[in-house]
């Protein structure tokens, strides 16, 4: 197998925010040309850094009621918590390692916010915001909601007492994660002890990137990827390596291009501008289901 090398390692932009409460670096689709045919099935990550919150107690920060069709929204917190609500009746508490799977598809309302008691207590907030872009035959089924907890992830220990790989999507040596999904995709966060070193197999042609959520690492024994910083791969080569320069948490993502056209506006990802238009229609025709701010 080749070594899959780090083409671009990129720092964090600006910071900007997501209704009052979600303090964010966006890498893609706007940073540095990772646009989301680059990055495909990705078609939008938002990065939020470790960031302190005072306490909000008569009013939780977040983001309002909002749709989304055409994609999924995954939300990955390690540090703090969110609470979520949508029009499907999904919902629930993400806590410090969770993760949430929500499958948009035909449409939903949805609203994000610190969960009460962290509004109460504040604290440090840390979390990723990706989304997944449906294959066009999926883009309409039905909305679905994956409340994926910590205990539920596998985790795959890495040699030397070197840390753990949990497997949220994919597999990890043949150990399948517990989300699913409906193009080839892989989600995984490496959490490495000082000198942990774990090697991954992802095919050469899948879009393939990590993020350093807690630490510093070096990628193939050559690459640096410091706190907070984004690392593409390029799609020649199978194998990778990450180590650990101390202690730290590292989120990879990969995952088969689908290869479709995109048509995007805001919060929703379709294939053509007939179905952009066809969508906001169907938000003022209120055909997303109803949900209270
Ligand atoms: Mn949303």
Redesign the pocket.
Known sequence: MLVKQVEMVMAPREPHYVGDGFRVHNFIPSAYGLTMQRMDPFIMLDYGAKFYFPPSPSKAKG?GV?P?RGFE?VTVAYKGSVAHHDSSGGGGVIDEGDVQWMTAASGVL?K?YHSEAFSKTGGDFQMVQLWVNLPAKDKMSTPKYQAISNAQIPKIAVPNNGGVIEVIAGDYQGNKGVASTFSPVYLMNAKLNTGGEATFNLPADYNTALIVIEGNVMVNGTEEVPLDHFALFTNVGETFTIKASEKSVVLILSGAPIKEPIASHG?FVMNTRQEIMQAFEDYELGKFGELED
């Open positions: 983001v909002h989304h929204t949805h994000e919060p």
